[in-house]
């Protein structure tokens, strides 16, 4: 994700410790909007952007993160070209 993040040029990133990751930024409404933007593509993660890995996790359910989040940057990157 912190490639995606940072080749759409957002303040955003993730980090993790083992199961646990969480995506930051330091305008806390991105994190708000990527838990919609997930939420629409039938994926939960928390609204303050914290996610669990567990073993049920396949690489589909990965891509499919990959995929959501690529999506929201494009449409938040044609939205807002100030950030």
Same mark, same amino acid.
């Given at each position: ?7 759409? #040029? ?7 410790v083992?199961? @646990? ?18 939420? #629409? ?9 914290? @996610?669990a ?31």
């Open positions: 994700m912190n490639t995606t993040f940072t080749a759409a #040029d957002m303040p955003l990133w993730a980090t993790g083992g199961s @646990m990751v969480c995506i930051h930024s330091t305008e806390d409404r991105l994190v708000e909007l990527l838990f919609h933007a997930a939420l #629409d593509d039938g994926l939960y993660i928390a609204r303050r952007g914290f @996610m890995l567990s073993l049920t996790i396949t690489d589909d359910h990965c891509d499919a993160l990959i995929a959501s989040v690529d999506s929201f940057l494009t449409t938040l990157t044609a939205l807002t070209p100030h950030l």
